[in-house]
């Protein structure tokens, strides 16, 4: 059973930090490619930023300069660090795994963020 399992959002005050986790089971964790991706409401959902197996990234430009994710492939597990949060980020936060070579695509239930003095 796959289960991705987000943690560290919260309310934080605009200008502040959050970092954000996504542990993974049920997977061959090196072999995907991981994300983070929120949606607001009433807003499509975003990609904020991705990692490739061998550690390539991409950010949204939202998030450049800002944003960094990382991974610890001998822990499973993804962040998201997120410094100079402004309002506009408020968000859900949702970890996503994807191997297109098998054509897998897996999502965790979400983080809520929200960036509000």
């Known amino acids: 059973q796959v289960q991705l399992v987000e943690s560290g959002g919260g309310l934080v005050q605009p200008g502040g930090s959050l970092r954000l986790s996504c542990a993974a089971s049920g997977i061959t964790f090196n072999l995907y490619t991981m994300g983070w991706y929120r949606q607001a409401p009433g807003k499509q959902r975003e990609l904020v930023a991705s990692?490739?197996?061998?550690?390539?990234?991409n950010t949204a430009d939202s998030g450049t300069g800002r944003f960094t994710i990382s991974r610890d492939n001998a822990k499973n597990t993804v962040y998201l660090q997120m410094n100079g949060l402004s309002p506009e980020d408020t968000a859900v936060y949702l970890c996503?795994?994807?191997?297109?070579?098998?054509?897998?695509?897996?999502w965790g239930q979400g983080t809520q963020v929200t960036v509000s003095s």
């Open positions: 996503n795994a994807r191997n297109s070579v098998i054509r897998r695509d897996y």
């Open positions: 990692i490739t197996k061998s550690g390539g990234t």
